[in-house]
C-alpha cells in the first residue's frame, strides 16, 4: 500500500468524524511493513514477515478528547473507530488544557529517507547476508562455538490529516542487523557483539559484523573477577547509546519534565555536562537513520539543541501539541510515529539524537587509560532517580580490563549505578566516528570517561 492510499483513507475517515459534527478531528494512517531473519547456532531459525497496518483517530468536542487507535484499514472498521473515538470524547472529562489540533504548516520531504532495495529486501537476500556472517566468524578461530542474531528489512509510510486544513505526509526504510558470538576454550565460553542500522540494506556489512563479534568473543574467554568502584571507562558507540537512550526518555521528553522528573527542570541554564558534549535532536540531518519528515500529528521535526556545549535549557525540551498547550509552547514535532515505537503510554521524546563527534579513535583512547574498563555494551539498563539521572545497566558481550594503556583480560559482567550528572561531567575524549545504534534512533561516537561508579560484579 503507496502513502497515497494512507492519505486518502485519512481523508475519508476524517470526513466520517466531521459528519458526527464533532468540532475538530484528526486522522493518522500508517503502515509498517518489516521482515527479519533470526539465526542461532549458526543457523537460520526463523523468517518472519510482518504487515502492520492501522489508523489513529482522535476527536475533540469542547475541551472533551477522544482517541481511538485500531489496527485495521478497511473501510467499514475504520468507521467504527471513529465512532468509538466520539464515543469515548462525550464521555472524558474536560482537558483544560486543550487549545486545539495543529495548525497545517509548511513541509518538505526528506532526501534519502526511504530506499526501495530495503523495502522489497527478499528473504533470500537476508539469508546470505547471515551466511556470510556464520562463515566469517567461524573462520575468525576454531574457538567459536555458535553465531546469532537478526537482520531487518522494513519500510513505514504515514500520512495525517485534520479538521484544520493539515495533510502531512511521510515515509522510510530502516534496515539493521546484529551478530552475537559465543567462543568455548576448556568449558569457559566468551562473548561478542556487533550491530549496524542504515536505511540502505546494501550497507550493512555482516562481515565487518562478524569480524568484530568472533574477536571479542574469543578475547573474552576465561573472564577474572575484579572489585566494584570508580573507575576510568572507554565505552564503545554501542554502549554510549544507552546513556543517551535513557536521558532522551527522562530528561528530555516534556512529559516528565512537567511532571517535575526530569533532571533539565532543576538544572535549567547550568553546565551540568562536560563542555565537549553537544546532543542535538534532527530529523534532517543525514547522519540520522530514522529519518521521517513530520510527527504522528503531522507536525514538522524541529531540530532541537538537548544540550550545548554542556548545557542544558527549555529549549531541550522536546514537545508533541498536548505538552506544547501546556506551556504555551509550540510543538516540536515529537509526537510519536503511530505502530512504530511501542509504549503503553506514549510520549514524546527525540528520536534523532545525534552526538557531537571529538577526534579519537578508540585505540587512543585505550592508551590513555591507566586503568580502566572497555564496554562493548550495557543491557537491562534503567533509570533508578530519573530527576537525578541515576541509571543502572550491566555490561554484557566483551568487558575488558585496561592496564597501562593495553587491553590486559577479559572481566566478568559488571554492574553500574551511578548518575550520568557525574559520568558525564568529565569526558576524557570523544570518538571521531559516529555510529547509528538502537535502530538508528541514537547516533553517537565511543567516549573516555574519566569515572564510572560499579556497584556489583556478576559471576559471568
Known sequence: MSVEELRDISQKAL?????????????????????????????????????????????????????????????????????????????????????????????????????????????????????????????????????????????????????????????????????????????????????????????????????????????????????????????????????????????FSAAPYQRGESFVKYHLNEQVFDEKLSVKDDAGDPRTVFKLAVDGEGVTKKRVPLIEKGVVSEESICHDTSTANREDRQSTGHALPHGLIRMTRPIPFPINVIVHHGTASVDEMIKETGHGIFVTRFHYTNPVVPAKAVLTGLTRDGTFLIENGELTKPIKNMRYTDTMLSALKHISMMGKELEAIRLGTVTVPAMKLEKLRFTGATEY
Not at 485500531?70 to 482537558?95: H, M, S, T, Y
Not at 528473504?123 to 531487518?152: F, M, N, Q, W
Not at 528489512?153 to 559465543?182: D, Q
Open 15 to 251: 470526513k466520517s468524524a466531521l459528519k458526527e459534527n464533532v468540532d475538530q478531528a484528526q486522522v493518522a494512517a500508517f503502515l509498517f511493513d518489516s521482515a527479519r531473519t533470526r539465526f542461532a547456532n549458526s543457523q537460520v531459525h526463523q523468517n518472519m514477515v510482518s504487515k502492520k497496518g492501522g489508523v489513529a483517530i482522535k476527536v475533540a468536542i469542547g475541551k472533551r478528547i477522544g482517541f481511538m487507535r485500531a489496527d485495521v484499514l478497511e473501510a467499514e472498521q475504520i468507521k467504527n473507530a471513529v465512532g468509538q473515538a466520539i464515543k469515548i470524547a462525550r464521555v472524558n472529562p474536560e482537558d483544560k488544557y486543550f487549545k486545539s489540533f495543529p495548525e497545517p504548516e509548511r513541509w518538505q520531504s526528506l532526501q534519502d529517507a526511504f530506499d526501495d532495495d530495503t523495502a522489497n529486501c527478499s528473504p533470500d537476500y537476508r539469508a546470505e547476508r547471515v551466511k556470510e556472517a556464520i562463515e566469517v566468524s567461524h573462520s575468525e578461530s576454531p574457538l567459536v562455538k555458535a553465531v546469532a542474531g537478526s537482520i531487518l528489512s522494513s519500510s513505514y509510510s504515514l500520512a495525517v490529516t485534520n479538521s484544520l486544513g493539515m495533510s502531512a505526509w511521510t515515509k522510510m526504510s530502516l534496515a539493521s542487523m546484529n551478530v552475537t558470538v559465543i567462543s568455548e576454550k576448556t568449558g569457559s565460553e566468551g562473548f561478542g557483539y556487533a550491530e549496524q542500522s542504515s536505511r540502505h540494506i546494501k550497507d550493512i556489512d555482516p562481515v565487518k559484523l562478524a569480524t568484530q563479534a568472533s574477536k571479542k568473543s574469543v578475547k573474552s574467554i576465561n573472564p577474572a573477577k575484579i572489585s566494584p568502584g570508580e573507575y576510568e571507562v572507554v565505552l564503545s558507540p554501542i554502549a554510549t547509546s544507552s546513556f543517551f537512550t535513557f536521558l532522551s526518555l527522562i530528561g
